[in-house]
């Protein structure tokens, strides 16, 4: 059968989802790659700013950019059994989706039809806003693990960088700047997302943020000096407005018993029911690990609304053990944002105490402003004790 041409149509389900014997080769596969034990998702994953963090700016050299409202994927380019180019698409839930589109095409340097495998890329997946009021996928790289083979992870981010874009990036603009045509047979288009130094604060949010096709929900400081860390990285860290700070957690619903009415009496029910119809109890559960016998802990419980419930029933969703995604109101009450069915787990615990050290913290807009000058002093002034030397 052809493989379809042209854009995906969901960034939530980019392709075929492996399964079965192919998930857990694939998963083994890109572990051995990686020279990892673990076969678990092995991308980096951003501690949220905290107060401290502004010191940390100071004190260490931070790139900055801006954190895509889109899905976080790998990208991984390998060989099929016949030997040809193939890609997959790896979601935080360690999903392998594969790009059934085979126009995706990364050449190398000095041959335009060779291609690049055994090579793993860090990114999000986005839908950018046309002029025209389409909508075309992105994938935005941010970062690169492998190419070729050969492990990046021991280099700092700058040399990483530097790396992927000579190698990959470059020869892949140079094809669509010869052959134009065919961006439109593409499943999406890749694209470097652009930083800046830690202190263009002031760049960032009037000139970078307001210019953006896609949706957007804050800033990512990454260490420049720093190795690229599988798991949680506290050199990687993740700015939102203060009112924007979210918790993933396991939604647990307690409907209660109540009894029968004169009116249900009379339509034959005399027995107590459970009422699915009234607001139920609705506690929010953070993860804290599979070790001990207890896999989640209440947090705290979810506020809502008589009218916010009557919509919730009116989708006709398993709501029960749903992931939700919340943040606090001005009454300091958490509301639900969204489901998150993109995502496997709830925030692990670790994750929730640095969220609300965020939120305790509120570090805002205008705090980065004033930290900006003192940021780029110091920079410049390590740069010319380097220079000095």
């Known amino acids: 059968m052809k493989a379809p041409d042209g854009p995906i149509a969901s960034i939530a389900e980019p392709g075929v989802k492996a399964s079965g014997s192919l998930l857990y080769s694939m998963r083994k596969e890109v572990a051995e790659l990686l020279g990892r034990h673990q076969t678990s998702f092995p991308g980096a994953q951003p501690v949220s700013f905290a107060r401290k963090h502004l010191d940390e700016l100071k004190e260490q050299e931070y790139y900055v950019c801006e954190k895509s409202d889109g899905i976080r994927y790998l990208l991984y380019s390998t060989k099929d059994e016949e030997q040809a180019e ?18 995706l095409h990364f050449p190398l340097e000095n041959n335009p039809q060779g291609f690049h495998a055994d090579t793993l890329i860090d990114g999000e997946l986005v839908w950018d806003s046309l002029p025209n009021g389409k909508k075309e996928p ?14 990046l992870m021991d280099r700092t981010l700058d040399k990483r960088l530097a790396y992927f874009k000579e190698r990959l990036y470059s020869p892949y603009i140079k094809l669509f700047r010869d052959y134009p045509d065919e961006l439109r047979f593409q499943p999406f288009y890749v694209e470097m997302k652009p930083f800046q130094l830690a202190y263009g604060i002031e760049m960032m949010f009037k000139q970078v943020l307001p210019t953006l096709k896609h949706g957007n929900d ?22 939102k407005p203060p009112e924007e700070n979210t918790i993933d957690f396991r939604l647990k619903l307690t409907f209660s018993m109540v009894e029968p ?48 419930w009557q919509t919730l029933l009116g989708l006709g969703d398993p709501l029960n053990d749903r992931l939700v995604e919340c943040n606090l109101d001005d009454q300091g009450r958490w509301r639900l944002v969204r489901f998150r069915d993109d995502k496997h787990e709830a925030n692990h615990e670790s994750t929730v105490n640095s969220v609300m050290e965020s939120i305790r913290d509120r570090v805002t807009e205008k705090d980065l402003y004033d930290a900006a000058s003192i940021i780029r002093d110091r920079w410049k002034a390590r740069q010319a004790r380097a220079g000095g030397r």
């Not at 193939?86 to 126009?103: E, Q, V």
């Not at 339509?267 to 804290?288: Q, T």
């Open 86 to 103: 193939a890609h997959y698409l790896i979601d935080r839930k360690n999903d392998y989706w594969f790009i059934t589109n085979r126009n």
């Open 138 to 151: 992105r994938f935005l790289v941010f970062d690169c693990l492998v190419m070729d083979g050969n492990k």
């Open 218 to 239: 804050g800033l990512i400081f990454s260490c420049r000096n720093t190795s690229y860390k599988h798991g949680t990285d506290p050199h990687i860290l993740k700015w």
């Open 261 to 308: 009415d004169e009116q249900e009496r009379r339509e034959g029910v005399n027995e107590p029911f459970i009422d699915y119809y009234s607001v139920p109890m609705a506690e929010l559960r953070m993860y804290v690990g599979d070790s001990g016998p207890e896999k989640y802990r209440t947090f705290d419980s979810l506020y809502l609304k008589e009218e916010e």
